[in-house]
């Protein structure tokens, strides 16, 4: 049963049909016509190669697995065949003009006999050789019969072609029609545009290779064949226009395609730095506040612990400080988990919150801060400068009460040279800075918080002179601010 429509096999028998047909009623009619065009002959000779070299690079990097072992037959006939032809047209009237002719045919029949090979659709990588061995052999010999003419055998006689000129075409035109045989079954099989394509090329040249043997130069039978040859070039190139088309619409695809590729890749890109910024973010907030908040809470319950052994009243106000201080950071922890977060909304909320912080240091422990705050100065923050400078003022104090052993400390919002700056100070120990090995989370939380408000902090300190931790905003920002 035929599984494909008839239409490639009708087409096939009408135009072999009608080429003969055509040729037989012409040179009955027109017997001794004759048309000496040489410049005609050679422009459609030369056109022909062209084209047929240009199906040869397409064939070569057409990406097919199935058919590639086909491709690169097809391509090794076109270019051998072009190539030749090239020669042809570029060669004078005479033994040379025909044998080239000749050799462009049975190169072109050669490539396109190589289709029946079995193993070709199926080990296509392999023959891979193939053309190079047929374009190598096609240029060795134009160049050779070209410089040495005394060796081309009789090709015309009396004005008619010689058996020696017949005999290639007549090989050629065999080596056409089987390939036409092929093309089709490879239709029945597979339905595909391509082999119905080739095997209109193949009928096309083997009527061409017909016709010529029983022509003469330059009657009618000899340009109805350049007929034919130009019409299966005419196929030819717009086989390699479709493929242009195609290759242009995939690489605007593949183009359109990285394009959007590069498009997901920043946005993604731009959704993990939020991650990132996000958890870093998280992870300064967490030390700076519910850290520091835990280390006191402990101190406090080391305070009652020691309290316990005395009996002291005292021990009843710690625990309930150290209990409130637990539900206080239990709040921020429960806020950070739901994508909350303590918010500090001006400098005037930022005032109430270090009176805050500094009333819970006094009343747990023996370091007593003293609060300072220059209401203008607190007018000039930003939420996103309040917001940053509360850390970094629980950060100093939490150091000073772990590391100073100092009795009274500072904490002061001031104008400062008409800039707004935040100081932490305490009377303890102090230090020398190049004893100091590496730093810990708290001092770099701090910096990084000071170089994201486009400010600056400084550590100053001496031992026996206590510590200073200066924390100045840039003019400019918060004057845009007022």
């Known amino acids: 049963m035929w599984k494909r429509p008839f239409v490639p096999y009708l087409v096939v028998a009408a135009c072999t049909v009608a080429a003969l047909s055509a040729s037989t009623a012409m040179h009955a009619m027109?017997?001794?016509?004759?048309?000496?065009?040489?410049?005609?002959?050679?422009a459609i000779e030369a056109v022909g190669g062209l084209v047929a070299i240009a199906m040869a690079m397409v064939l070569l990097h057409t990406h097919d697995r199935s058919s590639a072992g086909k491709y690169?037959?097809?391509?090794?006939?076109?270019?051998?065949?072009?190539?030749?032809e090239e020669f042809h047209a570029i060669s004078q009237p005479g033994n040379s003009f025909v044998l080239f002719r000749n050799l462009a045919s049975l190169a072109g029949g050669i490539g396109f006999l190589l289709v029946w090979k079995p193993h070709i659709s199926d080990r296509g990588s392999e023959q891979r050789w193939i053309p190079l061995i047929i374009t190598t052999g096609a240029l060795s010999l134009g160049t050779w019969f070209l410089i040495f003419p005394e060796h081309i055998p009789e090709m015309v006689r009396n004005g008619e072609f010689t058996p020696t000129a017949v005999a290639p075409q007549s090989l050629a035109c065999l080596f056409f029609l089987a390939a036409t045989g092929r093309f089709l079954l490879d239709y029945r099989r597979s339905g595909q545009y391509d082999d119905a394509l080739f095997a209109s090329l193949a009928l096309l040249f083997g009527l061409a290779e017909f016709v010529f043997m029983y022509s003469i130069p330059w009657d009618n039978r000899w340009w109805f064949w350049h007929s034919l040859r130009l019409t299966a070039s005419l196929l030819v190139l717009g086989y390699v226009s479709r493929r242009y088309v195609?290759?242009?619409?995939?690489?605007?695809?593949?183009?359109?395609?990285?394009?959007?590729?590069?498009?997901?890749?920043?946005?993604?890109?731009?959704?993990?730095?939020?991650?990132?910024?996000e958890r870093e973010r998280?992870?300064?907030?967490?030390?700076?506040?519910?850290?520091?908040?835990?280390?006191?809470?402990?101190?406090?319950?080391?305070?009652?612990?020691?309290?316990?052994?005395?009996?002291?009243?005292e021990l009843g106000t710690q625990l309930s400080t150290a209990v409130a201080g637990l539900k206080s950071v239990i709040r921020d922890l429960r806020g950070y988990i739901l994508g909350l977060e303590p918010t500090i909304s001006n400098g005037r909320a930022?005032?109430?919150?270090l009176a805050s912080l500094v009333s819970d240091m006094n009343d747990s422990h023996q370091l007593h801060f003293r609060l300072e705050v220059n209401p203008v100065a607190a007018e000039r923050l930003t939420s996103e400068q309040a917001a940053h400078l509360l850390p970094i003022a629980r950060e100093a104090m939490s150091n000073s009460l772990r590391h100073s052993t100092a009795q009274t400390g500072t904490v002061a919002l001031q104008l400062h040279d008409g800039s707004v700056r935040l100081t932490v100070e305490d009377d303890g120990v102090g230090f020398a800075a190049g004893t100091v090995r590496g730093r810990g989370h708290g001092l770099n939380n701090m910096?990084?918080?000071?170089r994201k408000l486009g400010g600056r902090l400084q550590v100053i300190s001496e031992p026996g002179h206590g510590t200073r931790i200066v924390c100045d905003l840039p003019q400019e920002r918060n004057d845009a601010t007022t």
Do not use: Y
């Open 246 to 277: 195609q290759v242009v619409s995939d690489l605007k695809a593949s183009l359109a395609q990285t394009i959007r590729a590069k498009e997901t890749l920043r946005q993604s890109e731009g959704r993990l730095r939020l991650v990132l910024d």
């Open 72 to 84: 690169h037959a097809l391509a090794a006939g076109f270019l051998g065949m072009g190539l030749l």
């Open 350 to 353: 930022l005032e109430s919150a």
């Open 30 to 42: 027109w017997p001794d016509w004759r048309w000496h065009h040489e410049p005609l002959h050679s």
């Open 447 to 450: 910096e990084t918080r000071a």
């Open 282 to 313: 998280m992870a300064q907030d967490l030390h700076d506040s519910t850290i520091q908040s835990l280390f006191a809470i402990g101190l406090n319950l080391e305070r009652c612990q020691r309290l316990a052994s005395t009996g002291s009243q």
